[in-house]
């Protein structure tokens, strides 16, 4: 399986590019959100974490390449949704990430369902497969900044670095957010309930007075 590709694009459209790695060219599909802000054209190096993937209707390897490690975990988790394939959820993320996540712990089907290829239906089983779930996507940003983050040693420190190397927090930053969590809700036991939290009490933060 392809995980990852570094190397020279060679050919890029609207929706995808071939890359040129270890002298073998691969066609990796872009969802809109990703080719929106890949900065490159043909003749320059890029380096893209890839969803792949090959099934007995799609026998011939679909690539789906990602900027950020962080997307492509979104990506695999979002097809998990019965009726949410490879294929559709290429055409679906035309929204960043993060926007998408918010969405579905809103359990906004109205927002979902206007994606391409997602109807009523399918944005109602997203919701239910995925709601509680989505805290660390929706605190992805844009623009990931430089920064040191602490070595993961607990399941506190992966969340720190997590929100500061993928998310795009700042250090301090992303502490005073795993702190206040964990403030709010001290029986917290492992990252994913902790991110849940993290998401939760910035939402009640911005949420207005």
Known sequence: MIAFLRGRVL???????????GGV????????????GLQVGEGEEVALFISYHVTPNQPRPLLVGFRREVEQEFFERFITVDGVGPA???????HPVAAIAEAIERKDVAFLRRLPGIGQRTAEKIVAALHGKMGKYALLQEAAPAGAAPPAEDFRAEVVEVLTRQLGHRPAEARRMVEEAL?????????????QEVYRVRQTAEAPA
């Not at 050919?11 to 790695?21: K, S």
């Not at 559709?88 to 035309?94: D, E, L, M, Y």
């Not at 917290?188 to 902790?194: R, S």
Request: net charge positive.
């Open 11 to 21: 050919r890029r459209t609207e929706d995808r590019v071939v890359l040129e790695a």
């Open 25 to 36: 060219g691969y066609e990796v599909h872009l969802p809109a959100v990703v080719a929106r």
């Open 88 to 94: 559709r959820a290429v055409r679906a993320i035309t």
């Open 183 to 195: 403030r709010r809700n001290p029986a917290i036991a492992d990252a994913e309930a902790l991110f």
